[in-house]
């Protein structure tokens, strides 16, 4: 199926050792592999595997990555270089611009 120009969003509120991140993570790929662009949001306790080399790997085959900032402050996490720190008005946005929408809680 060709997904070019289809737009896909996640999100991974669960810790890296959570199965939740290694489907949305396989779905990303998927995606990827079949021309759709791919937003991935990391939020709540998904913050702490903004530099997890699985997501990273992700981003560098074309995801893009977000983190949300509040959530690595409240769990004293440094932010990132290696993905947008955002709040929640680019969650929305995310939500608003993709075509399919999947949350991981």
């Known amino acids: 199926m060709n997904l070019a120009k ?3 969003g996640l999100m991974v509120s669960t810790a890296p050792e959570h199965p939740n991140l290694d489907t949305a993570l396989g779905l990303g790929r998927a995606a990827l592999d079949r021309g759709a662009e791919v ?22 085959r074309g995801a893009k990555l977000f983190v949300c900032a509040y959530g690595c402050q409240k769990r004293r996490r440094p932010l ?4 947008t720190n955002c709040g929640l008005v680019v969650l929305a946005d995310i939500v608003n611009a993709t075509d399919r929408f999947l949350a991981f809680n």
């Open 80 to 83: 990132s270089d290696k993905a």
């Open 6 to 8: 289809r737009k896909l």
């Open 39 to 60: 937003y991935l949001y990391l939020i709540d306790d998904g913050v702490v595997g903004v530099e997890d080399a699985r997501v990273q790997d992700l981003a560098e």
